[in-house]
């Protein structure tokens, strides 16, 4: 099975680290418009952007909104399929605040700082290299402008005034390829493989500037082994461009001195891979510790929690599945695990671990881990 990969989004920094716990999913909230789009007066002052024009928007919209942003500081929220957030960014900080997530990042001075919530326990990451679906390149957007832009049939519509500002608004209305879909791990991800966009539907407002303001796109795919069809829904919506500020957080001392530092290794020749915590906070038992090789990638199920000092163990229970016991398995395992077997630790939907290698040993909260590669 191809693994399903998850960005974090986070909750508000606060200067405190005393919140009070929930674990409720917290929605995003729509902007309330002040101005309804209205036809420009005289649209033939409107300077069109170079990426798009009366044949409709092209793959290079994304990479302009994305260049325009680059240097400069915005808030933009963003829907991919079932997650959601809102990210504040400064040329020197960022900050990710929680949609769908009970959970929160802060990146500043090359630091990157995670504290979630799972299960009414906090969970936190520290490293001091920023992954990379947490560079501003990312998390502005530009991907999956791109996918959407490319993908989809989009007529222009004309210029109209949105909150004072001229835009072009074009609607997207069919599918008019099926590769930029299928390359955007922005949105392929969400589907299983091999799938076919049967429909799209979407609208986009783009400034003068070139900076997307707004981009929907609902998109149903079909499954081709199974024929299911399944229809999600995609954001990009950017706002505040040059008034956005980011302050540092307080938790960040807690964070750094609570995340985990976890050791692997293979156990009984390779029937089972061994996974320890070595420091950091208790890890709740709810999430997933997914275990891949070169014959497939096993889900499994982490329904205990692992302490400081605790070991399970991960092996081969079917041709999909692995099981995460407090103890080698008594049972003999499909196959045993081969020599580049990598694990990720998930804890409620917070990725913590992603992609590490067995046998890689216990690291310094400093160097824990890397996330797998998702474009946002």
């Not at 798009?52 to 933009?76: D, I, K, M, Q």
Request: hydrophobic content about 30%; charged content about 25%; some cysteine.
């Amino acid at each position: 099975m191809t693994p399903t990969e998850s960005p974090i989004p986070t909750e508000s920094p606060t200067s405190t680290d005393s919140p009070t716990p929930t674990d409720s999913p917290t929605p995003i909230e729509s902007p309330t418009p002040t101005d309804s789009p209205t036809p420009t007066p005289d649209p033939s002052e409107f300077q069109y952007p170079p990426e798009t024009g009366e044949s409709g928007l092209s793959a290079p919209l994304g990479r302009a909104h994305a260049s325009r942003l680059s240097f400069n500081s915005f808030s933009v929220r963003r829907q991919n399929a079932f997650e959601s957030f809102r990210a504040d960014v400064t040329p020197e900080r960022m900050s990710i605040q929680p949609g769908e997530y009970t959970a929160n990042v802060f990146v500043g001075g090359g630091e990157y700082y995670l504290r979630g919530l799972v299960a009414g326990q906090r969970v936190y990451d520290f490293r001091q290299t920023v992954p990379n679906e947490f560079r501003r390149d990312r998390v502005v957007g530009g991907n999956l402008v791109s996918a959407l832009a490319d993908g989809g049939e989009w007529d222009i519509q004309g210029v109209v005034q949105r909150d004072g500002e001229q835009l072009l608004q074009s609607i997207g209305d069919g599918v008019a390829a099926q590769a930029p879909f299928r390359n955007a791990s922005g949105v392929s991800r969400y589907f299983r493989d091999p799938f076919k966009v049967t429909d799209f539907v979407g609208d986009c407002f783009v400034a003068e500037s070139g900076i997307v303001r707004r981009m929907t796109a609902s998109v149903t795919a079909r499954e081709e082994e199974t024929g299911r069809s399944e229809t999600l829904q995609f954001r990009v919506e950017t706002s505040d461009v040059g008034e956005t500020s980011v302050a540092r957080p307080g938790w960040l001392s807690t964070a750094e001195a609570n995340a985990p530092v976890v050791s692997s290794e293979y156990t009984d020749n390779r029937r089972a891979v061994a996974v320890t915590l070595e420091d950091g906070t208790r890890l709740p038992g709810r999430g997933n510790l997914d275990t891949y090789d070169r014959e497939g990638y096993y889900n499994a199920r982490l329904d205990q929690p692992i302490a400081v000092g605790d070991t399970v163990y991960v092996w081969k229970r079917t041709r999909e599945s692995a099981a995460v016991t407090s103890n080698p398995p008594t049972e003999e395992p499909v196959s045993s695990w081969g020599s580049n077997t990598r694990f990720n630790l998930r804890i409620g939907r917070i990725p913590l671990i992603s992609g590490r290698s067995i046998g890689s040993g216990p690291r310094t909260r400093s160097l824990l881990t890397q996330l797998l590669a998702v474009s946002i």
